[in-house]
């Protein structure tokens, strides 16, 4: 059982190039997100995706695009990356279908750590 | 604009001690509040949550207590053991937004021998 799979885990990237993060999950949840992590910031939401054909900016969505390719899989896209988007990336995803009950929790992959040099 | 003010940042505690951590918040909105617990190289991991209609939330050795009338939570560890040592973050969530977190800046706990 794998959860919340994030390629790559690494990459360095150029000012100005461009790269997708991937991300998969096999426990068939609706909503799928999007996190930065960054020291002494936190975790920071990017873009959500609360059901499959649906997607939403979030707390810091400037400079990214994402695509919910369908209801596993969720990409991070940077057109043009620059420095200030050096960071650790967070893939998740929550059941979304029961959003008062207590248990609900967001599942995280392990995370792409990010340079723009 | 932090909506959810943790501290302290980094603490340190000796095995079998009490671990605090605290946090802050003033958007009334929020209707549920969880801890998770993140290792070096690895995701966060949901710890425990509490939602505002109770004051306290027990499960081992990890308690949250919540003040809604100070909009403050704060999780404690009794028993502190090494294994406890990694990075603590409180997170609220508005009502009606699906799981949408606003997190806290975190706090490194280190549980010393």
């Known amino acids: 059982n794998a959860g919340v799979t994030q390629t790559p885990k690494f990459q360095v990237l150029k000012t100005g190039q461009s790269m997708t993060l991937q991300c998969a999950q096999d426990?068939?949840?609706?909503?799928m997100y999007w996190y930065r992590q960054d020291p002494g910031m936190g975790l920071r939401l990017i873009y959500y995706?609360?059901?499959?054909?649906?997607?939403d900016k979030g707390e810091v969505p400037n400079g990214y695009n994402v695509s919910r390719l369908n209801k596993r899989e969720f990409s991070l896209r940077l057109e043009s990356a620059a420095p200030s988007q050096t960071s650790v990336y967070f893939c998740?995803?929550?059941?979304?279908?029961?959003?008062?009950?207590?248990?609900?929790?967001?599942?995280f992959g392990s995370g792409t750590q990010l340079s723009v040099l | 604009q932090q909506q959810v003010k943790q501290s302290p940042q980094s603490l340190i505690v000796q095995k079998g001690g009490i671990s605090i951590i605290n946090c802050a918040y003033e958007n009334t909105a929020f209707d549920y509040f969880p801890w998770y617990q993140q290792f070096p190289g690895k995701g966060p991991a949901l710890l425990i949550a509490i939602r505002p209609d109770v004051s306290e939330k027990k499960e081992g050795r990890f308690t949250i207590s919540f003040n809604k009338s100070a909009k403050q939570f704060s999780l404690h560890i009794m028993d502190s053991q090494p294994g406890d040592s990694a990075t603590y973050f409180c997170a609220a969530r508005k009502a009606g937004t699906a799981s949408k977190l606003t997190f806290g800046t975190g706090t490194r706990l280190q549980v010393t021998l």
């Open positions: 998740a995803s929550s059941d979304g279908s029961r959003r008062l009950h207590i248990n609900e929790k967001l599942f």
């Open positions: 995706s609360a059901s499959e054909g649906t997607t």
């Open positions: 426990m068939n949840h609706n909503s």
